[in-house]
């Protein structure tokens, strides 16, 4: 069994800055990619950012400039620190965490999501 707590989501107004983590912990051999994506009310859900293990990152062209994703590996925790926060970026956002397990079975992992509302 492997949990998921993501944290950090809220209100905050156009150009401000939010910081979202997630933490896994549980049967956890290794995690290796690191994710978030977003949904928007009426739309599918996108990728954010991802980081591998290696720390190999790669942005949606919309975030790029103004988000950045790390990933602390002794925690199994990812971050995303939102700058320059803007309406379009309202959403749940969600973590994705591909895990081997202690059985040394990859699974799959979504966090519960974070609502963010960013206010013009």
């Known amino acids: 069994q492997v949990q998921l707590v993501e944290s950090g989501g809220g209100l905050v107004q156009a150009g401000g800055s939010l910081r979202l983590s997630c933490a896994a912990s549980?049967?956890?051999?290794?995690?290796?990619?690191m994710g978030w994506h977003r949904q928007a009310p009426g739309k599918q859900r996108e990728l954010v950012a991802v980081?591998?293990?290696?720390?190999?990152?790669t942005y949606a062209d919309s975030v790029k400039g103004r988000f950045t994703i790390s990933r602390d590996n002794a925690k199994n925790t990812v971050y995303l620190q939102m700058d320059s926060l803007k309406p379009e970026d309202t959403a749940d956002y969600y973590c994705?965490?591909?895990?081997?397990?202690?059985?040394?079975?990859?699974?799959?992992?979504w966090g519960q999501g974070t609502q963010v509302t960013v206010s013009s």
């Open positions: 994705n965490l591909k895990v081997v397990t202690q059985l040394l079975t990859p699974y799959d992992y």
């Open positions: 549980g049967s956890i051999f290794r995690v290796n990619v």
């Open positions: 980081i591998s293990r290696g720390g190999t990152i």
